[in-house]
């Protein structure tokens, strides 16, 4: 068991730019998570797949997000078009089960657009 | 519907003082709860979590909490602070499936 991972930690870009994160969770995990994080605030959900299929998008997560998890096993979040209100740490949990387990998180990939 | 919210943006205690955290939350279905610790650009860390039965939860690092169905709270303590435990403290709810956040308490630790 080596943890969530993200990849990567850190990305700086410009306004307009498309930017990709990799997520790999915890291996046999089939939920997983992403949320957003703003400087201050707790972590806000986005989306989340069961196995490939993606169940449930929130309203924060624009047409400009578009997230995959083509295998069941990691998972891309595509920004496109950034804005500026689109900095924020993005982060990643997996869980094992049906609904209600424990996630666990990955160290998150903080982006900061110019 | 779900919704949590933590009473103190920031708590400042001294090294070797009680540490009490509060939480309160909403849910329309029995609800697991959990308290996570995220130290300075990291992930979010699980300290502990309520499911079901026992309602004192005793997690990593010396702390607890105690469910309160009547008071909806699920405040996090440790008997005694240590400088280590200086960070945000995020309490969290979990009625179906994704995780609904308070906006997190940062707890400073005075020598």
């Known amino acids: 068991d080596t943890g969530v991972s993200q990849n990567p930690r850190h990305k700086i870009t410009k306004r307009g730019q498309n930017v990709t994160f990799r997520c790999d969770p915890i291996?046999?995990?089939?939920?997983l998570y992403w949320y957003r994080q703003t400087l201050g605030q707790g972590p806000e959900f986005l989306t989340y797949?069961?196995?490939?299929?993606?169940?449930?998008k929130s309203r924060l997560l624009s047409d400009r997000f578009s997230a995959e998890r083509p295998k069941g096993s990691f998972s891309t979040l595509e920004i496109q078009r950034t804005e500026q209100g689109d900095s924020a740490m993005y982060l990643c949990?997996?869980?094992?089960?049906?609904?209600?387990?424990?996630?666990?998180f990955g160290p998150g990939t903080r982006l900061l657009v110019l | 519907a779900q919704s949590v919210t933590q009473l103190g943006s920031h708590v400042s205690v001294s090294e070797g003082a009680l540490v009490l955290l509060r939480c309160n939350y909403s849910s329309s279905v029995p609800p697991y709860l959990f308290w996570y610790v995220q130290y300075p650009n990291q992930g979010l860390q699980l300290l502990l979590k309520?499911?079901?039965?026992?309602?004192l939860v005793k997690g990593i690092n010396g702390f607890e909490a105690e469910f309160k169905k009547s008071e909806t709270s699920f405040h996090l303590t440790k008997p005694s602070a240590h400088m280590s435990d200086a960070a945000e403290y995020f309490c969290?709810?979990?009625?179906?499936?994704?995780?609904?956040f308070g906006s997190g308490t940062r707890l400073q630790v005075q020598p």
């Open positions: 797949f069961q196995n490939e299929a993606q169940l449930e």
């Open positions: 969290a709810v979990n009625g179906r499936r994704a995780l609904t």
């Open positions: 949990a997996s869980s094992l089960g049906s609904g209600k387990e424990t996630q666990y």
């Open positions: 291996s046999e995990h089939n939920r």
């Open positions: 309520y499911t079901t039965g026992a309602t």
